[in-house]
């Protein structure tokens, strides 16, 4: 089993709704959580983090953590062209000092104008 | 904040070539330094991370190397370049804080 598994996608959503990534764990010893967006040829940019239980908002990004279920997700409200991406999730597994992330595949998300 | 550079940004390389792609980071004091490598359509693969000066961790046995000679460079290199070492390669930092935060990468094509 990976340690962090998303669905590669593509998630096809039209312009202004809004968009679902998710992303399941599977060390229950992970601390935090992190959302990247990769744009095609470009290096990983963070969007969010969230550490605890529960909903935290951003703009038109809310990212939602269940640790009891090992799930992550990114809702992305009025979705646009622009938001057209492959979204990474990243997780940081308790450890000694590395502060390394481990990331999923990332999903492609298309947004049809 | 902090700012990350690569270089170079592109490279094409023929096997059994040497490889050294150079990273730098503006902004922070004594970061966590990392080397990921991305193949096409594929996720990140950690190489190497690095806690302080001349101190290397290896994620992957293989045939690159990493080096970090002063507190905010990082060095990735090879002695003889493989088909397989082809992909996308990103040097990240985490400042101290949470989060870990990438360059623009260098893509390597090795003929």
């Known amino acids: 089993q990976k340690e962090v598994e998303q669905n590669s996608g593509p998630l096809s959503v039209p312009e202004g709704a809004i968009a679902s990534l998710n992303c399941t764990y599977s060390?229950?010893?992970?601390?935090?959580f992190f959302w990247y967006r990769q744009y095609s040829g470009k290096s990983p940019e963070l969007i969010m983090f969230?550490?605890?239980?529960g909903d935290k908002e951003d703009g038109r990004f809310t990212a939602q953590l269940n640790k009891a279920s090992q799930y992550v997700s990114l809702l992305i409200r009025d979705s646009q062209p622009s938001d057209s991406a492959t979204y990474l999730c990243?997780?940081?597994?308790?450890?000694?000092?590395?502060?390394?992330?481990?990331f999923g595949s990332g999903t492609r998300l298309q947004v049809q104008p | 904040s902090q700012t990350i550079h690569q270089w170079p940004a592109t490279l094409v390389q023929p096997v059994g070539s040497p490889l050294s792609l150079e990273c730098t980071v503006e902004?922070?004091?004594?970061?966590?330094l990392y080397w990921y490598r991305q193949a096409a359509g594929r996720g990140l693969q950690l190489l190497f991370y690095?806690?302080?000066?001349?101190?290397i961790s290896s994620e992957v046995p293989q045939n690159l190397s990493a080096s970090r000679p002063q507190d905010r460079q990082f060095i990735l290199s090879s002695k003889k370049l493989l088909l397989s070492d082809s992909g996308f390669y990103l040097c990240?930092?985490?400042?101290?804080?949470?989060?870990?935060?990438f360059g623009p990468g260098t893509r390597l094509t090795v003929t």
């Open positions: 990243a997780v940081k597994i308790v450890d000694t000092g590395r502060r390394a992330l481990t």
């Open positions: 060390d229950r010893g992970s601390q935090s």
């Open positions: 969230i550490y605890s239980n």
């Open positions: 902004g922070t004091s004594n970061p966590n």
């Open positions: 690095s806690v302080g000066i001349g101190q």
């Open positions: 990240a930092c985490t400042p101290g804080g949470e989060g870990q935060y």
